[in-house]
């Protein structure tokens, strides 16, 4: 996984992965026929994790739905200026496998789609008339974040600050969300 993640689907050869890893060829091909299956595995490996992280953070962070919501903001920042951030696997997996229908392209689409979910549940608990359109817009923005702070949070005052993005991002939110009607207001 961490193989992909740092250098990409397609750039990342088996014998990198094998060395990462540790471990022989053989062993690898008694668990995974092909390069693409692990790249599969990967990609459902790191969508578990990166989903359970999200949501101990913003439970651990916050106690109202709307805190909740803001605090999906926070978790970026917190990727985006570790040592660790490459990106979005799953925005990089759309990029390199350009096939609407393959399953890598599929799985990136799940991923996204499983956290628009998540922010449309949170958005219903707090009450807005339209929780669907409303954590849409809030996507946009989480992955406008993301792509600002690997192309340019990463590059510009030398890479000193990709938090930068998730921060405007959350700005931002918070505007749509004092904006948007809820349930029982005019």
Request: charged fraction near 30%; charge should be negative; hydrophobic fraction near 40%.
């Amino acid at each position: 996984m961490r193989v992909f993640y740092r250098h990409g689907f397609h750039a990342s050869s088996l014998d990198d992965i094998l060395k990462e890893g540790g471990i022989s060829r053989m062993t690898l091909y008694n668990h995974f026929k092909s390069k693409d299956e692990l790249i599969l595995a990967a990609m459902r490996r790191r969508d578990e994790i990166f989903r359970n992280k999200l949501m101990k953070f913003v439970e651990s962070k916050a106690k109202t739905p709307r805190e909740r919501i803001l605090a999906v903001f926070d978790f970026h920042e917190d990727w985006f200026t570790g040592s660790e951030f490459c990106g979005c696997m799953f925005i990089n997996a759309a990029a390199e496998f350009s096939v609407a229908e393959s399953a890598p392209r599929r799985l990136a689409a799940e991923h996204k789609q499983e956290i628009v979910r998540y922010v449309r549940d949170l958005c219903e608990q707090e009450g807005y008339d339209d929780p669907s359109d409303l954590a849409e817009q809030l996507n946009i923005l989480l992955e406008g974040s993301i792509v600002a702070a690997r192309v340019v949070g990463q590059v510009t005052d030398n890479g000193e600050n990709p938090g930068e993005s998730a921060r405007l991002a959350k700005r931002m939110a918070t505007e749509l969300l004092t904006k948007a009607p809820k349930s029982g207001s005019q």
